[in-house]
């Protein structure tokens, strides 16, 4: 079985923010909180918030819900370990990045701990007079390592806790395989396994060879 990311669009497992305003520790189903930060807000189109710089709110890119990407706190953030990848293969994880109009302001970065860490980091101005609001796609893309794991991190930074931060939508994952392919590491085992039995029958004909001329 091929490996996927889990709930790429945030749809599945716990949600709060639902048509009222409350900040918990809860992720959504696959992802984890990032150690440090809190745990991103997650709404959904019911969602609705009144006030100075409120007047337009962010809907999600796909489905009914996306992250508002800090906490209690300005920052917030979360990962999801993706297993069972062929080392050596190319991997690219797309997302969309948004902002409420007037009040979403700060850092967005994408994160991809490969065989070595690629990193993506969007900033949206606050805007206080914006009258619409819009998602935009971006990616991060690295090679699988040795282990055949990677890990996709997003983190969140609004600046403040009373503006919400970049808005995070639909995470896919997409791999490509490398040139001329890589073995898997049971493959590895038998290829190490052959060279031994072939160096095994090299020596015993050399040895064979050495009694008859003796």
């Given amino acids: 079985m091929a490996a996927t990311l ?5 749809e599945a497992g716990p949600a709060y923010n639902f ?16 150690s440090g930060l809190e745990a991103p807000d997650i709404l959904d189109n019911a969602y609705n918030q009144t006030g100075a710089g409120f007047a337009q709110l962010l809907d999600p890119h796909g489905g009914s819900r996306f992250l508002d990407m800090n906490g209690a706190s300005p920052t917030g ?7 069972g990848l062929n080392a050596g293969d190319a991997v690219t994880f797309s997302f ?3 902002r409420w109009a007037q ?3 700060g ?3 994408a994160t991809l701990f490969g065989e070595t860490t690629a990193t993506n980091a969007i900033t949206l101005a606050h805007l206080p007079g914006a009258s619409t609001s819009e998602w935009t796609q971006y990616s991060v893309s690295g090679v699988v390592p040795l282990s055949g794991v ?7 930074n609004s600046g ?3 503006r919400g931060a970049p808005g995070l939508d639909d995470v896919t994952m997409t791999v490509t395989a490398a040139p001329g392919g890589v073995p898997e590491p049971g493959a590895w085992a038998l290829m190490i396994a052959g060279f031994g039995l072939a160096g095994a029958t090299l020596r015993s004909r050399r040895i064979k060879a050495a009694t008859t001329v003796g």
């Avoid at 048509?19 to 990032?34: A, N, Q």
């Avoid at 990677?150 to 969140?156: A, C, E, L, M, S």
């Fill in 6 to 10: 889990t709930n790429g669009g945030f």
């Fill in 96 to 98: 969309w990045v948004g």
């Fill in 103 to 105: 009040n979403s302001a």
């Fill in 150 to 156: 990677v890990r996709i991190q997003f983190t969140g």
């Fill in 107 to 109: 850092t967005l970065t």
């Fill in 19 to 34: 048509g009222t305003y409350y900040r918990g520790p809860l992720t959504p189903t696959g992802w984890s909180r990032v």
């Fill in 160 to 162: 403040s806790s009373a």
């Fill in 77 to 83: 953030g979360l990962y999801q370990d993706v297993t």
